[in-house]
């Protein structure tokens, strides 16, 4: 008995010199990831857990914090109208603009990648030419080709006798105008992802359907389809994250001005994001905006990515052992 | 064999350590000591002794000696700032001033993450009226009343209202008043002319001034005028809810709260129903303001005027210089009103306070401070000595040869009081929500200013400011 619990003391000193060995054997190892691990924790981790921490007070920035509980979240679910509308818009705007997006870019870098067209790298590049553009200048170019005056949009329609539209100015019109640009910038990325992707496809498969007697559209689902699944899984939890975030193109169309409110009329292109960032830097006092409550809404947020990712994740998983 | 190894790897370090500050460091100085000496005795005594090295890259810190001076930093949201910078610079006092350019979108919410972190407030922060009772109400903010400070003796000075915006509840005063906005109808001399309408500024006054007992009404049969004579081409003003709105509300004091009061049924409804009544007889271009279309309107001579503060002189003269000489002012209908202006303030984070505070009341609280940046700009002094001096007498090219600054000073002066609120920028987005129902889809203002009262009461309830 005694030898035995010498032994097992002694086993575990012998471990723990054999860790202490190969941890200073692995010294430059841990070096050279320390300086993730440390930012990560100081710009990462560390606002994360404040973030919750904050999610629980009462909080404009300046004064001392209130501890209320849960009260924010009771709030933003029972009695924040403008909240759920933030919501729904986003979601919206993930539906029409997002989902057709990621569509038209697998069509395009379908045909580019097809060969039946020449001057690829030209098409590539400006596809991509949107992405790279930076925001305010895009805020710009699109606030001059909305106007409703003297945009060129409008002008174009005054030859087909169309009346003048209110592209920003009306609730109708507001969330179209937010999806055309959201597709005009994100469809040139999406696209070359894509493209990347079809291209990493061994083209002796392509070659061995044809042998077989398989036609474009048996190529397209058959073999396209199933491989290109990991890049359009990457694809569609980018863009869940992005869509629910969804926030410069509304600003830039909608972000209100000292005589208009954030979100245009009826607050048709008011996104969480913005709410949320307008409750905290903005509306800042009282006890439906401020740091803490904008934290809870982050938290909101952050639960639905998560939902939407891994319902999608679970989907795309039991298709492809079905195939 | 272990210690040999320790010893190469320590080494090794070092270099690794001294390529680090090497490439860190902006001189390459560092680089070359690195490589000869341990890390321990590379350090900043090295840098300041080395010739070549610029007095300004040590920018707070003092350096031995006075070369160097101590450098404020100073955020505004135009860049006209850059005029204070220059001219107190030439005084040579014993700090220079470094002006920050931050947006107007997000220069409030910069300086509150300031606050809320602890750290990066500038020395000397602007506040735009829209946002000060967000800051006034609760800390970060020195109390430029108490030692070192001396702000209590300006009090006479300012422009009474402004004083009250910038105190708190228990009488600190923790945004010293810079402008304000005194604001009145602009026209265009050249249109009206070639409309055959009045347009010379007395003609115009009489017909539309509160100064001539005239109305909204009575500006409402101008722009009448204005359309019929054009065949519809030409409108008085751009939007009815920034130039009739904007105007008729803040003649009522700009605000909805009266102190913690909310009042906007009783401020907002009939503002609101004269613009619902002016977009109906389409007398605005229905244009929108600040944006592009807004620029084009000008460019197009889609409007004769608007209604406006007199802040507007500066981006009209740079952003359309084609329209100088031909722009004139007359007071608005029923009342005289400010729009806009802003405070000065110095943040408890400042480490140089006496300095801030120098450059402060140099910039806010002496008339060569105030009228260096109110000439080329049209920022109008809150501190009243200002306006003795000769220039508020001369004629302004910008307007056409019109004495307009003794205008603005005319109108400063009967401004009815305003007070702040935290909940202020709030009230104004609830507000102009239902204001766009309004004018976009034709909904009965008086209703929609009750939806926005109910929605604001809901927005600010159980709230402890």
Aim: hydrophobic share 45%; charged share 20%.
């Amino acid at each position: 008995m005694a030898t035995t619990t010498f032994t097992v003391a002694e086993q575990k000193a012998q471990d723990r010199r054999t860790r202490r060995k190969e941890a200073k054997r692995n010294v430059w190892a841990y070096v050279f990831v320390a300086p993730f691990f440390f930012l990560y924790s100081v710009f990462g981790l560390f606002p994360l857990l404040y973030g919750v921490f904050l999610s629980f007070h009462q909080w404009d920035g300046i004064s001392k914090m209130k501890w209320v509980g849960l009260l924010n979240y009771v709030k933003l679910f029972t009695v924040d109208d403008i909240w759920w509308q933030a919501i729904y818009n986003t979601v919206w705007l993930f539906v029409v603009a997002t989902i057709p997006q990621l569509l038209l870019a697998l069509i395009l870098a379908f045909i580019i990648n097809s060969g039946y067209i020449r001057f690829k790298d030209f098409f590539r590049a400006a596809y991509f030419m949107p992405f790279v553009a930076s925001a305010v200048a895009v805020g710009i170019l699109f606030s001059s080709l909305f106007g409703l005056q003297y945009g060129m949009f409008n002008y174009f329609l005054s030859f087909f006798g169309i009346d003048k539209i209110d592209w920003l100015g009306s609730a109708l019109w507001l969330k179209p105008s937010i999806v055309l640009v959201t597709i005009w910038q994100w469809t040139g990325y999406s696209m070359i992802i894509f493209l990347a992707g079809l291209q990493s496809i061994n083209p002796e498969l392509y070659e061995a359907a044809r042998v077989d007697g398989a036609d474009t559209s048996d190529v397209f689902w058959k073999i396209t389809m199933p491989l290109m699944r990991p890049v359009i899984l990457f694809q569609v939890v980018t863009s869940i994250i992005g869509a629910m975030q969804n926030f410069d193109i509304p600003v830039m169309l909608a972000g209100g001005t000292q005589s208009s409110a954030p979100g245009g009329t009826d607050h048709a292109g008011l996104t969480a994001m913005m709410q949320l960032y307008w409750s905290a830097f903005k509306y800042n006092t009282g006890s439906k905006s401020g740091f803490g409550y904008a934290s809870a809404m982050s938290f909101i947020l952050f639960f639905m990515i998560v939902t939407f990712s891994y319902l999608y994740n679970r989907a795309n998983g039991r298709n492809l052992t079905e195939d | 064999m272990a210690s040999n190894d320790k010893a190469l790897s320590r080494r090794r370090f070092l270099r690794f350590a001294a390529a680090g500050l090497g490439a860190a460091s902006v001189a390459g100085v560092l680089a070359a000591c690195g490589a000869a000496k341990p890390a321990e005795d590379t350090g900043a005594a090295e840098a300041t002794k080395a010739p070549d090295a610029p007095a300004t890259e040590a920018t707070k810190a003092p350096e031995q000696g006075n070369q160097a001076k101590v450098e404020l930093t100073f955020w505004w949201w135009d860049g006209n700032g850059q005029i204070w910078a220059d001219a107190y610079n030439k005084l040579n006092r014993s700090a220079t001033v470094k002006f920050v350019n931050t947006p107007y979108a997000d220069a409030h919410d910069k300086l509150l993450t300031s606050f809320a972190s602890g750290t990066g407030a500038p020395d000397i922060a602007s506040l735009e009226i829209g946002r000060i009772g967000g800051f006034t109400a609760k800390g970060g903010l020195s109390d430029l009343k108490a030692a070192p400070f001396d702000g209590g003796k300006y009090e006479k000075d300012m422009v009474k209202y402004k004083w009250t915006q910038g105190s708190t509840e228990d009488g600190r005063l923790v945004a010293m008043p810079w402008d304000i906005g005194p604001a009145g109808v602009w026209y265009r001399a050249d249109l009206m002319e070639k409309l055959g309408l009045p347009s010379k500024p007395e003609e115009v006054e009489a017909l539309i001034s509160h100064t001539k007992g005239k109305k909204w009404e009575d500006f409402f049969a101008l722009s009448q005028q204005v359309k019929e004579k054009s065949g519809g081409k030409v409108k008085m003003v751009a939007d009815a809810a920034t130039d009739i709105y904007g105007g008729a509300l803040r003649q009522g004091g700009e605000g909805y709260f009266e102190g913690m009061k909310l009042m906007i049924v009783e401020k907002a409804t009939r503002p609101a129903q004269l613009a619902a009544d002016y977009r109906k007889q389409e007398l605005d271009a229905n244009i929108g303001w600040w944006g592009a279309d807004w620029a084009a309107g000008v460019k197009n001579d889609a409007f004769a005027g608007m209604v406006i503060a007199c802040w507007m002189q500066g981006g009209l003269s740079r952003d359309q210089p084609q329209t100088a000489g031909k722009w004139r002012v007359v007071p608005a209908p029923e009342a005289s009103y400010n729009w806009g202006g802003s405070f000065c303030a110095i943040p408890e984070q400042c480490k140089n306070q006496e300095m801030a505070w120098d450059f402060l009341t140099w910039a806010c609280c002496s008339a060569e401070g105030q009228n260096a940046m109110f000439k080329p700009t049209g920022v109008f002094p809150a501190y009243k000595p200002a306006w003795a001096d000769p220039l508020y007498d001369a004629p302004q090219d910008f307007f056409g040869g019109q004495r307009t600054f003794r205008v603005w000073g005319d109108i400063a002066d009967n401004v009815a009081s305003i007070t702040r609120s935290p909940y202020d920028l709030q009230a104004d987005d609830i507000v102009n929500a239902e204001m766009a129902k309004v004018m976009k889809e034709g909904k009965d203002p008086v209703q929609a200013i009750k939806d926005a009262e109910d929605a604001a009461l809901k927005a600010i309830e159980g709230s402890t400011p």
